[in-house]
């Protein structure tokens, strides 16, 4: 992989590529359709904003299930 050459970590990589490509398809779906570059750029930016929510998302259910195990732990 072309990654490997940087010395990322696998999953740094793996994360990078899938940017990577999700923004080739974007592109090479701008070009069929006849989208705006500037219309593409914020549909990337949206994309990306939204993965970012739900990865915030799943750390703050994961975070507050963990503390609900330790305040039930501590009660018993």
């Not at 592109?27 to 739900?54: K, N």
């Amino acid at each position: 992989m072309i990654f490997s050459q940087l010395k990322l970590n696998k999953k740094t990589s793996a994360a990078l590529a899938g940017i990577a490509i999700g923004a080739a398809s974007l592109w090479a779906l701008s070009l069929w359709q006849d989208i705006d570059s500037e219309e593409l750029l914020r549909m990337l930016a949206a994309i990306l904003a939204m993965l970012g929510g739900l990865a915030l998302a799943a750390f703050f259910a994961v975070a507050l299930l963990k503390l609900l195990i330790a305040v039930l732990r501590r009660l018993i």
